[in-house]
T-cell receptor, first 112, second 114 residues
Framework: KQEVTQIPAALSVPEGENLVLNCSFT??????LQWFRQDPGKGLTSLLL?????REQTSGRLNASLDKSSGRSTLYIAASQPGDSATYLC???????????FGTGTRLQVFP | EPEVTQTPSHQVTQMGQEVILRCVPI?????FYWYRQILGQKVEFLVS????????KSEIFDDQFSVERPDGSNFTLKIRSTKLEDSAMYFC????????????FGPGTRLLVL
């Protein structure tokens, strides 16, 4: 059974720092992995999707990498801003299933 | 930019009542999903839907739940007889191609069962 874990659970950093959020999964036979942002009481905003054949994806200040063999993905946020404050979720999709399996998230606070 | 919409944003109901949560997926998407998130817990998959039938459901999606696409735009989740433990945020999602592409999520409906 696929399990997804995210560390750290919470992170508080000053504005301008580069930071790394971690996601690990127990079954490496994934089809893709998606990173989301969730603001308090709000929906999920998709940030990046990495297919199993890819090693990384970039969007603006965000870079996500995938190491399937070790069951890990990282989300790198460059030059963090207070507007980046949110909970970041990773979710994996395995073969032969429609569902995304989510981690518990990393709650990020970037202070001015 | 196209987005998934959900109504209502909040719903309060009494235990045992029926509720219908509504979603309008992105117009050219063919695959639809419902997830839920109990406060403080992980987002959990409930059901996926394609070509007017359920393609996959989780163990949470028991007989009290049903889904329907009543017309060309809406996608609904019905809970027949709500329980206290059904209180959660319910998210609808859609994707263009099964599994290969991003699932786009709506803003959610917060359901509170009293």
């Amino acid at each position: 059974k696929q399990e997804v874990t995210q560390i750290p659970a919470a992170l508080s950093v000053p504005e301008g720092e580069n930071l790394v959020l971690n996601c690990s999964f127990t079954d490496s036979a994934i089809y893709n992995l998606q990173w989301f942002r969730q603001d308090p009481g709000k929906g999920l905003t998709s940030l990046l999707l990495i297919q199993s054949s890819q090693r990384e994806q970039t969007s603006g200040r965000l870079n996500a990498s995938l190491d399937k063999s070790s069951g890990r993905s990282t989300l790198y946020i460059a030059a963090s801003q207070p507007g980046d404050s949110a909970t970041y979720l990773c979710a994996v999709k395995s073969y032969n299933t429609d569902k995304l399996i989510f981690g518990t998230g990393t709650r990020l606070q970037v202070f001015p | 930019e196209p987005e998934v919409t959900q109504t209502p944003s909040h719903q309060v109901t009494q235990m045992g009542q029926e509720v219908i949560l509504r979603c309008v997926p992105i117009s050219n998407h063919l695959y639809f999903y419902w997830y839920r998130q109990i406060l403080g817990q992980k987002v959990e998959f409930l059901v996926s839907f394609y070509n007017n039938e359920i393609s996959e459901k989780s163990e949470i999606f028991d007989d009290q739940f049903s889904v329907e696409r009543p017309d060309g735009s809406n996608f609904t989740l019905k809970i027949r007889s709500t329980k206290l433990e059904d209180s959660a945020m319910y998210f609808c999602a859609s994707s263009e191609i099964r599994g290969q592409e991003t699932q786009y999520f709506g803003p959610g409906t917060r359901l509170l069962v009293l």
